[in-house]
């Protein structure tokens, strides 16, 4: 069967120039390739369109990204609140701690969350439906209002244009938002941002983000915390781009620091969150030695599209 995706699309364009256009090759976004509403830990907004077709995009490519792609292509997950994509008088929708589950998994993964919700056999969103979306909200509140770092004390690697009057210093980390940005000096190697809770602070979520109008630029980072007069890691990753959300066992420090140890352009950090969640599963948070095995797997994949990203941009 022939699809006329292009005659579509262009459709789409002239009557609804903002509509977002989805599929697993965009052109707009793209699909993460599930329907359980989970990214995979590493996940680039860019994207080569030219190398992906309908129906027939490597399913590996589609998850990660490409941190040489040319074109924004974001991902999206998408999941229904039931067990179905339809309602069903004898089903019951996911719990509110479930979803928050998928929310660190999607949303905290840079990844745009497409959360369906069908009407009942009345056209209504039923009322259990709308009492777990109610808690849902309630639970990303009650984590993500106090940011327990909103008070502390920065200082970092270097700042671009010096620590006197400068529009990119550390301070920036902790307003809400992209627009403004912690910016090091250009051509340093070295991108420290160290956070002063002023008093031992117990957390267990971290959040990151990027100014992604400045592209996505970071390929691997790591957080610690200092723990009788040392550093030790509390958590490492790869992409970050708009939103990145950190899960770990609760653990309690004054001092935090976060370093990029990889980036395909000096690093910029446009906020950092530090929080307790309460409500999450024990389980649902992976274990250390998980997350490294994780981050080597996604490191050697990263390594190898940047090689052939080089190779392709190399003169023949």
Avoid at 73 to 95: L, N, Q, T
Avoid at 169 to 192: C, H, K, M, S
Wanted: charged share 20%.
């Amino acid at each position: 069967m022939e699809y006329y995706f292009d005659s579509w699309f262009s459709l789409v364009r002239q009557l609804q120039p903002g509509a977002m256009i989805f599929s697993d090759a965009g052109p707009d976004t793209r699909w993460i390739g599930d329907e359980a509403g989970r990214a995979g830990s590493t996940c680039w907004s860019l994207f080569n369109r030219s190398d992906a077709s309908i129906g027939g995009t490597d399913p590996l490519y589609s998850q990660l990204g490409d941190p040489v792609g040319h074109d924004w292509v974001p991902a999206e997950c998408d999941v229904s609140i039931r067990p179905g994509w339809f309602w069903h008088a004898s089903e019951a929708p996911k719990s509110a701690t479930t979803l928050l589950d998928i929310y660190y998994r999607s949303v905290g993964r840079n990844c745009l969350l497409l959360l369906n919700v069908p009407p009942n056999s009345s056209g209504l969103i039923s009322d259990e439906d709308i009492q777990t979306l109610q808690e849902f909200a309630k639970l990303r509140s009650s984590i993500f209002s106090d940011n327990l770092a909103k008070n502390a004390a920065l200082t970092a690697s270097s700042t671009r244009g010096g620590t006197r009057g400068s529009h990119f210093g550390p301070r920036n980390i902790l307003e809400e938002g992209i627009f403004t940005y912690w910016a090091p000096e250009e051509d340093q190697f070295d991108w420290v941002l160290c956070i002063d809770l002023r008093e031992s602070t117990s957390f267990n979520v971290l959040q990151v983000q990027e100014p992604i109008h400045m592209g996505q630029r970071i390929i691997e980072f790591h957080v610690d915390i200092q723990n009788q007069g040392e550093w030790q890691q509390l958590v490492n990753g790869t992409t970050i781009g708009y939103k990145r959300l950190l899960q770990f066992p609760k653990v309690e420090s004054r001092y935090v620091r976060f370093v990029v140890d990889k980036a395909r352009a000096d690093p910029l950090v446009a906020f950092i969150g530090i929080y307790v969640d309460a409500h999450s599963r024990p389980e649902s948070v992976p274990s250390a030695s998980l997350v490294s095995r994780v981050v080597q797997l996604i490191r050697n994949k990263t390594s190898e599209l940047l090689a052939q990203g080089r190779e392709m941009l190399s003169p023949s």
